[in-house]
């Protein structure tokens, strides 16, 4: 408690502002946007003075649009030709944190946010080196900017090379990791134009990748003060061959600088006990009734046969290669043989959408696929289903697992990144543990962990609630996690 105390004062006048492509409630395609909404308040309430940066798009509902205030314009040199473009701020407050959106029109009037690599490298660009001009305009000069994936990763960069002389050049930088997947890599003279950058920086220790090719988020990595990744074991796997996606040696060299740190989840938004959302609302004392209740509706919404005794699992996710679906896809049948429903949500590769629609009508009842992006449905199938599957191939944190906890819905998931950081695997012999697991990448160990959970489930369900309470009463707020990212901000501002 006295450290807390201590860190709460020490946090006093820190000053941090967050730079990143997307941020919950505004627009968010995935976990970034949560941990942009959830950090910047975890931070707030250790008595950090938070600003979050991000793009004035178009697609901002309304609402929002209607809050902003003009804060100022002006106009930037960007391009290696010197061609200018305007930079509008547009602000609001939100629950004691500011945003600031940077508003042009020619980058951000179209798309949803991202459109394809060709057209979002001069977005992003253009959007690190405002950002930083915006905070000088503005006179609010950060102790650390902390700035999250390719999209800001030219932030550290320009921090240290075309800003280091303005008053924002005095601040400090932390560049996270939320996906290495993507890294914004295009020509090397696509980049040099876009940046404006000096030729020195186009070096194999920056942004050069081949002769040919340049890569904004290795650049970031390079330049910027600490790396951070969003858990320990993905901080350790993205310096290997498999994770490291072509970065692992350039991660490896800057290891001094990286750390994982796991993320948490709002636990305001995400609370069975005041959920709006949900049909019954429960905490731990009713859990199991009202989880029957939330099934129940869950069954009637998607045209299951409602029966409170079947074993419902659900998937929420981008349907990609990364979340580990051709495992689920080979063995699908056998699970669905097993007399389980299925349940799910999530839009992506044409490929997956086609085979779970594919599901959906060969079991009709049983396996119901909702191709479409609907934060609702999400909160009712969390609450009404028994099990959440997550078999990434990678996953550098997952928060699926961390609300299925939350609500009582027990994981089973692939023991990689945040997936084996947060899920303790369920021990037959002393009944301890908060969800089923399997290691390697294989269909086999998927349905085996799978059919683990159908035997406690059916067979045992004494152990089957109590696995179910753990996972309630597991801390996966947001409040330890800030605590490690204020001391990584002490530490910087020294
Ligand atoms: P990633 O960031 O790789 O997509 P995460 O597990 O970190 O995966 O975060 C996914 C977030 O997006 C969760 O909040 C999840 O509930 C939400 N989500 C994913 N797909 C959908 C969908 N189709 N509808 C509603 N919410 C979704």
């Not at 944190?97 to 508003?103: A, H």
């Not at 992003?124 to 950002?131: D, E, I, Q, T």
Request: charge should be negative; hydrophobic fraction near 35%; charged fraction near 25%.
């Amino acid at each position: 408690m006295a450290n807390n105390q201590e860190t709460v004062g020490g946090a006093k006048g820190m000053k941090v502002a967050f730079i990143g492509s997307e941020c919950y409630p505004f627009i968010k395609t995935g976990g970034l946007g949560d941990v942009m909404y959830a950090l910047p308040r975890a931070l707030l309430r250790q008595g950090c003075e938070v600003r979050v940066m991000m793009p004035c798009y178009r697609c901002i509902p309304e609402k929002y649009r209607n809050q902003m205030n003009y804060i100022g314009s002006f106009m930037m040199n960007l391009t290696q030709d010197g061609r200018s473009f305007y930079v509008g701020i547009m602000e609001m407050e939100l629950d004691g944190v500011t945003y600031d959106f940077i508003d042009n029109r020619e980058f951000y009037d179209w798309g949803n946010p991202y459109t394809g690599l060709w057209e979002d490298i001069p977005k992003y660009c253009y959007f690190s080196k405002a950002s930083l001009a915006a905070l000088n305009y503005m006179d609010w000069i950060p102790d650390v900017i902390h700035c999250h994936d390719w999209q800001a990763a030219l932030v550290p960069v320009y921090l240290r090379t075309l800003f280091s002389v303005t008053p924002v050049g005095a601040a400090r930088s932390v560049l996270t990791i939320h996906n290495l997947r993507f890294q914004g890599i295009c020509s090397i003279d696509h980049l040099k134009y876009w940046t404006g950058l000096p030729d020195f920086l186009f070096d194999y220790s920056v942004f050069k990748v081949n002769d040919c090719e340049a890569n904004m988020f290795k650049g970031g990595l390079a330049y910027t003060d600490r790396i951070t990744t969003v858990s320990e074991t993905y901080a350790g796997e993205i310096q290997t061959d498999f994770y490291g996606e072509g970065l692992n040696s350039h991660l490896w060299y800057h290891r001094a600088k990286l750390t994982g740190i796991v993320n948490g989840i709002d636990i305001d938004i995400w609370n069975s006990r005041t959920d709006k959302l949900l049909p019954a609302p429960y905490g731990t004392e009713d859990v199991l009734s009202a989880k029957r209740e939330n099934k129940k509706a869950l069954q009637e919404r998607l045209g299951l046969a409602v029966d409170e005794n079947k074993l419902v699992i659900g998937l929420i996710s981008r349907l990609t290669d990364q979340k580990g679906l051709d495992l689920i896809d080979a063995v699908f049948t056998q699970i669905a043989d097993d007399g389980v429903q299925v349940v799910i949500l999530g839009t992506g590769d044409a490929r997956y959408e086609n085979a779970f629609r594919y599901y959906e009508s060969t079991y009709p009842g049983q396996v119901c696929a909702y191709i479409k992006y609907d934060e609702s449905l999400a909160h009712q199938i969390y609450a009404g289903s028994d099990a959440l599957l997550v078999p990434s191939l990678f996953e550098p944190c997952g928060l699926t697992q961390l609300i299925a906890m939350r609500y009582g819905t027990v994981p089973i998931v692939r023991e990689t990144g945040g997936l084996k950081d947060t899920v303790e695997p369920y021990n037959e012999y002393t009944g301890e543990g908060n969800g089923f697991t399997f290691d390697q990448y294989r269909a086999d160990l998927l349905l085996d962990a799978v059919r683990r959970a159908e035997q406690v489930y059916y067979g045992n369900r004494a152990r089957w609630n109590a696995i179910v309470t753990r996972d309630m009463e597991k801390d996966v707020s947001w409040e330890h996690s800030a605590d490690l990212y204020l001391k990584l901000y002490e530490e910087l501002k020294g």
